[in-house]
């Protein structure tokens, strides 16, 4: 922690310059499960000249799991720390977009084989 300490006051500084700006200490888990128990809240809505409205919830995160907040409908996007650091000041994330890629499927599959190994055929055949 000493190490990051000047890391750490930012952040802090951070929490205390902007509303929905949260900061989680150091220690306290993985950032994919620190978002879903303590922050995600998948959708939540607010009134706005009389009217709700929806917001879809999202994760920015430098650490490789990042992503297993998709898994619960939240979209989760990995960053290297720059553009982490630039989202927290309000700077746009961006992202590229790839081809969507489409594939049906039907028939079944033999005894032995598993629906990871249809995966693995699939993306190694699709490339």
């Not at 750490?8 to 978002?35: D, E």
């Not at 009217?51 to 490789?64: H, K, M, N, Q, R």
């Not at 746009?92 to 969507?100: C, G, H, N, Y």
Request: proline share 4%; charged share 15%; aromatic share 8%.
């Amino acid at each position: 922690m000493e190490r990051n300490h000047e890391r750490y006051m930012f952040l802090k500084w951070g929490k205390q310059a902007f509303s929905r700006f949260s900061v989680v200490p150091p220690g306290t888990g993985i950032c994919h499960q620190v978002n879903l128990e303590y922050l995600g809240k998948a959708v939540w809505s607010e009134l706005q000249d009389g009217e709700w409205i929806a917001y879809p919830d999202s994760l920015v995160g430098t650490d490789s799991h990042t992503t297993m907040i998709n898994g619960l409908g939240v979209l989760g996007w990995g960053v290297g720390g720059i553009e982490a650091e630039a989202a927290m000041l309000g700077q746009p994330v961006s992202m590229l977009i790839p081809d969507v890629v489409g594939f049906k499927l039907t028939g079944k599959l033999r005894e032995g084989i598993t629906a990871t190994d249809l995966v693995l055929t699939v993306t190694q055949n699709a490339a």
